[in-house]
């Protein structure tokens, strides 16, 4: 058998690409639930790595209404847009 360190202790470093559509304000279930399924499909589990790809696809106007939770995410589930003591 011939695995690598990074197989035998489960840390190895996958680089994904997700090509995420800019956020649809008109249908935000909608493009949530996209979102998810490409995640899914591509095996991004870390909140803080959806959290970002979500952020990224928010036009400038879209930013600024949730520029509170893009500064200060809540630490345990930032996908949940809520904070948590």
């Known amino acids: 058998m011939t695995d690598s360190k990074e197989e035998t202790t489960g840390s190895a470093i996958h680089g994904v690409t997700i090509r995420l559509s800019t956020f649809w304000p008109d249908r935000p279930v ?4 996209q ?3 490409q995640f899914e499909m591509t ?3 870390r909140q803080r790595t959806k959290f970002n790809y979500v952020v990224s696809q928010l036009n400038q106007q879209q ?4 520029e509170d ?3 200060a995410p ?3 589930d930032p996908m949940s847009g809520s904070k948590q003591s």
């Open 30 to 33: 909608v493009w949530f639930t």
């Open 35 to 37: 979102v998810e399924a």
């Open 43 to 45: 095996s991004v589990t």
């Open 63 to 66: 930013a600024a209404e949730v």
């Open 69 to 71: 939770i893009i500064n």
């Open 74 to 76: 809540p630490e345990h």
